[in-house]
């Protein structure tokens, strides 16, 4: 397998990576019109954390991490290494050295359609990561791949420079080109998730608050009381 190292390709704006990290991936995805989510599969090795990056990108041979060698380099403060394999691979191609190295870089975690390891020292550390699997199977450094171009998992494609939201919850893809659009909409549904919490709050139903009465109605659903439901008499 050939491949190809691209460099200083164009990323999200700053300020708008930073403005989507006010929010939670299930906000960023719903106001992006419930898109970007990678799968459930990938888990976070921590909990409580929420990061939000530039996303480098790394296309990997099963079981070589040859490839997260050569892209350390090519990261850089704010960014996320996004990783993933030709052909499925739970392998713990990433530990606790990568992650000094890539701290030390100031890159804000890592999300990983592989496995990973050393996860007790990535806590231990501060180093967050999301990956689809926890192994402690080692790897080689054999075979060529690419760094920085476009790749694809779960069926979300992550081109390098799109935006990386991360949290306990899972991790979604922003493309830089939308990155501005999506934290102003995002900052919409909080405000609009506010009104009906506090609504919720005084005592208001969901039924009466989302319209969903003539919903039911329409769906054909009947209330009943318990006695008409299963014919006892009072």
């Known amino acids: 397998m050939s491949g190809v190292i691209v460099t200083n390709p164009p990323k999200a704006e700053a300020k708008d990576v930073e403005a989507l990290a006010g929010f939670g991936v299930a906000t960023v995805s719903e106001?992006?019109?419930?898109?970007?989510?990678l799968g459930p599969e990938i888990r976070p090795v921590q909990q409580g954390v929420r990061v939000a990056g530039t996303a480098v990108t790394v296309l990997s041979w099963p079981g070589d991490n040859l490839m997260i060698h050569a892209a350390v380099e090519q990261c850089g403060e704010g960014d996320i290494l996004v990783v993933t394999t030709t052909s499925p691979c739970t392998d713990g191609l990433f530990g606790e050295l990568f992650a000094t190295a890539l701290k030390q870089r100031g890159v804000r975690g890592v999300v990983l359609n592989t496995g990973i390891r050393d996860t007790q020292e990535l806590r231990d550390m501060g180093f967050a990561a999301w990956s689809r699997a926890v192994s402690a199977q080692g790897t080689v450094k054999a075979t060529g791949g690419s760094v920085n171009v476009?790749?694809?998992?779960?069926g979300q494609v992550i081109r390098p420079g799109d935006v990386i939201l991360a949290d306990d919850d899972g991790v979604v893809v922003v493309p830089r080109e939308r990155a501005r659009e999506a934290a102003e909409k995002s900052?919409?549904?909080e405000a609009k998730e506010a009104a009906t919490r506090a609504a919720f709050i005084d005592g208001q139903l969901g039924l009466d608050r989302y319209g969903l009465r003539d919903k039911l109605k329409e769906l054909g659903v009947e209330y009943r009381t318990y006695e008409e439901h299963s014919g006892e008499s009072s």
């Not at 476009?150 to 779960?154: F, K, M, V």
């Open 31 to 37: 106001a992006m019109g419930r898109t970007g989510l």
């Open 150 to 154: 476009p790749i694809a998992i779960d």
């Open 187 to 189: 900052e919409a549904r």
